[in-house]
């Protein structure tokens, strides 16, 4: 089969694509031809800085991927040849809080990833994917979907008159707007293009803020909501945006820290006076997922794909990825 690999700290050109011995599945284990892979911040993060991460060579990258199961070994029985099946990002995080061992089960990071024509996982570590999407559109749910699921609904308790604050309009601020309104929930979200405000508008954005033109886009948040701030911030820019970003909540909010995306400063006097909840939101557990997934089924909810690469464009995504300037997801196809 053929795979991409991490072999060096060469970053996105250095990425090989290899040929590999087809894996087979072992006890417990499903054999899943993988149709799409998404790409995340995160796996572009582990293509470009594999050294500061630990990470052994050879690597496969890629924490999501879909596909259809072809064999499975002995003793599955949660999945047959033919079901569809997505990887959840911790192959051993089922349920409850997130554990030390959960975290060493990451795909593309501890674990080979998902950019391979083929993978053999445990079937504790898929889910099946609902029925109405496409291999392209299911191929973005296991880390962006879920962890805009988890700030939102597990960590967030987001409810039907709230209002959200989603900063930049990336895979994760997407999926977070879709819920939202999902939800009945208002959204305030930011960016510097007022082309992707209008498409985020379209979406059913509540309203709309230009960080370049309003520098000070925590007080226009305010404004919006006559001085109150907003109920939920999905905080996905890092330490250069979290100080606004609690500046813009209210009093006893909450903020689902996401994103590692800019630098800056933090001064916590606010989080305290304002009794601001600040929760560390590292994608979810398969049970999250599995809701998730039930939701999107019962709306028939479609992910908003900005461009699908050819497996021989990889590189290509990559790049794009690192551009900054796609709005929703890209994958690739395999």
């Not at 945006?241 to 400063?265: M, P």
Request: aromatic letters at 6%; a negative charge.
């Amino acid at each position: 089969m053929r795979t991409y690999e991490i072999n060096s700290a060469g970053g996105i050109d250095a990425l090989a694509l290899v040929e590999r011995p087809d894996p087979r599945p072992g006890p417990a284990e499903v054999l899943v031809r993988i149709c799409a892979s998404s790409l995340n911040y995160r796996d572009l993060s582990t293509v470009e800085d594999p050294v500061s991460r630990g990470l052994p060579y050879p690597r496969i990258p890629n924490s999501d991927g879909v596909g259809e199961v072809v064999e499975v070994g002995e003793g599955v029985s949660r999945f047959e040849p033919g079901d569809r099946v997505a990887a959840t990002f911790f192959q051993r995080w089922i349920d409850g809080q997130i554990t030390q061992a959960a975290m060493e089960s990451a795909l593309g990071g501890a674990l080979d990833g998902m950019l391979a024509e083929r993978v053999a996982l445990h079937q504790e570590g898929l889910v099946s994917v609902p029925e109405h999407l496409s291999d392209v559109e299911a191929s973005t749910l296991p880390c962006a979907a879920l962890t805009a699921w988890n700030s939102l609904i597990e960590q967030g308790d987001v409810r039907a008159g709230d209002t959200v604050l989603l900063l930049g309009t990336g895979g994760v601020s997407i999926f977070a707007l879709q819920f939202a309104n999902l939800l009945g929930a208002r959204v305030i979200i930011t960016s510097s293009s007022n082309e992707k405000l209008s498409r985020a508008k379209s979406l059913g954005a509540w309203q709309t803020i230009n960080y370049v033109d309003t520098p000070d886009w925590d007080q226009a948040v305010m404004d919006l909501t006559g001085g109150r701030g907003v109920d939920h911030t999905v905080e996905v820019g890092g330490a250069g945006t979290l100080q606004k970003s609690i500046a813009a909540t209210r009093v006893a909010g909450s903020i689902g820290l996401i994103g590692v995306l800019t630098h800056g400063q933090l001064d916590p006097t606010l989080i305290m006076r304002k009794s601001i909840r600040l929760q560390g939101i590292y994608v979810g557990s398969r049970r999250m997922f599995e809701d998730m997934n039930r939701a999107i089924a019962q709306h028939r909810l479609r992910p908003v794909i900005h461009r699908a690469y050819a497996f021989e464009e990889a590189r290509e995504a990559f790049h794009a990825m690192r551009k900054a300037q796609h709005f929703g997801k890209l994958v690739i196809e395999i």
